[in-house]
């Protein structure tokens, strides 16, 4: 028991050591039990932004895939994945992070992208190479969101 | 801490809510294509042994109601203006030799009737396939003494058009026999199932997957060719497939092959073989 948590105290402790200015790198992020539970920056996430990210098509653009009831005033949802309504309800935060960082570590076969990955695809775009679609604080915002879909 | 609760219970939620989804998701709309009361045109046929899907479906069952009854009235085909270019450059004398394509050809209707439905094919000179483009281009340089079009531009679009479209409901058959037409069909399997860019995604991902469900506004098809050069509306011009084939590439945040390249050849090769069945559409027209 007390073992239990001592390595849980290391764990966390080395997680935080690599907290760079805009959070943890990419390459950095741990996943145990398929759940990421220290949040990748400080900042604690903002839902009103993460709202914003996940209908920007330049950013989330989660809608393409998705429908999502608390987003009826936007045209067209998409049907490749579930529908996000109750998905708060449904995943606790640390997984959802873990979701929205890299999908495949839950559903391997999945076509979401790997928001917060640099486990990509091949011929990646020469400007996007060694970047991810979100940044940390992006990755925040958006679990704060998921977590108000009740 | 143990999560395996949240997490049994998330993805029993998760698949119950793909499966209610799966079951209102608009698919392919019931309706047949005969072009101006005329041409009947095979747009469902059953798949080629060892294709992955059951039932080759032609991209204009996921078109809007209007979108296909443009289609259905070559008055109305924004596609026929291009095809009508693509006549007078049939008889439009070029290069030093002073030929056109109908010096040699005379009357497309005979001549080129079930051309546009058997390419691309082997070529043995140029030890690769050859689709009805790199044709033109050839027999511009080697029989005309005229330069050849560079991609998308001249008379590329319109001619091949004009030349698929003396195909219009021939069914689209290739043949793997010839040369090394099967080394080529899976180098194209291949980058079909490839996951490339940022996004990671293969047009498979899209089109095996996902067809028949809406991307955001976009209804994703089969990605099936035996449409191509097709009118978009978007555009409001022909498009080619090589260009058709950049876009969706590009889509994933990948860099993207040249035109005519090995790997949109072999793609070429392989994406016709998968539609194989469907009548050629040229000009089909589309979102």
């Not at chain 1, 990748?40 to 989660?62: D, M, P």
Request: contains cysteine.
């Amino acid at each position: 028991m007390i073992r239990r948590l001592i390595v849980g105290c290391c764990a966390g402790l080395a997680l935080s050591g690599i907290v760079v200015a805009d959070g943890v790198a990419p390459d950095a992020v741990e996943i145990e039990n398929l759940a990421i539970a220290t949040p990748l920056t400080s900042t604690v996430g903002n839902a009103e932004e993460g709202k914003k990210i996940f209908a920007n098509r330049k950013l989330g653009n989660c809608l393409a895939c998705h429908a999502n009831s608390d987003m009826a005033d936007q045209l067209f949802h998409g049907e490749v994945g579930p529908s996000l309504d109750g998905a708060g309800t449904r995943w606790q935060p640390e997984i959802l992070r873990t979701i929205v960082v890299n999908a495949k570590a839950i559903f391997p076969e999945t076509v979401m992208p790997g928001f917060y990955s640099l486990d990509v695809g091949a011929d990646v775009r020469k400007d996007l190479i060694g970047k991810t679609i979100l940044s940390a604080q992006q990755v925040e915002d958006v679990v704060a969101y998921l977590e108000t879909l009740k | 801490m143990n999560y395996s609760r949240f997490i049994a219970a998330g993805l029993g939620v998760a698949i119950t809510t793909t499966f209610v989804a799966a079951t209102v998701v608009a698919g392919p709309v019931e309706d047949t294509l005969v072009i101006d009361d005329e041409i009947e045109i095979i747009t469902r046929a059953p798949s080629s042994e060892g294709h992955p899907l059951p039932e080759v479906i032609s991209g204009w069952h996921y078109r809007t109601d209007s979108t296909r009854a443009m289609e259905a009235d070559s008055f109305a085909n924004g596609g026929m203006l291009g095809v009508e270019q693509g006549a007078a450059l049939w008889s439009t004398v070029e290069g030093s030799e002073g030929k056109s394509c109908e010096s040699c050809h005379q009357d497309a209707a005979t001549s080129m009737a079930g051309v546009g439905a058997i390419y691309p094919k082997w070529h043995e000179e140029s030890g690769r396939p050859m689709n009805i483009e790199l044709r033109i281009n050839a027999c511009r340089v080697d029989n005309m003494g005229a330069e050849p079009y560079k991609f998308d531009k001249g008379g590329q679009k319109p001619l091949t058009a004009f030349i698929k479209h003396q195909s219009l409901g021939e069914p689209v058959k290739v043949n793997l026999e010839e040369g090394e037409m099967q080394k080529w069909w899976e180098a194209g399997k291949e980058l079909y199932y490839k996951r490339t860019g940022q996004l990671n995604l293969s047009c498979a991902s899209c089109h095996e997957l996902n067809n028949g469900k809406h991307i955001r506004a976009d209804h994703l098809s089969q990605g099936n060719v035996n449409g191509f050069p097709t009118y978009r509306l978007k555009q409001g011009n022909l498009i080619s497939l090589h260009n058709r084939f950049r876009g969706c590439i590009r889509d994933t945040r990948a860099e993207f092959p040249d035109a005519f390249s090995d790997d949109l050849m072999a793609l070429e090769v392989y994406t016709t073989w998968r539609g194989q069945g469907l009548s050629v559409e040229t000009p089909a027209v589309r979102q």
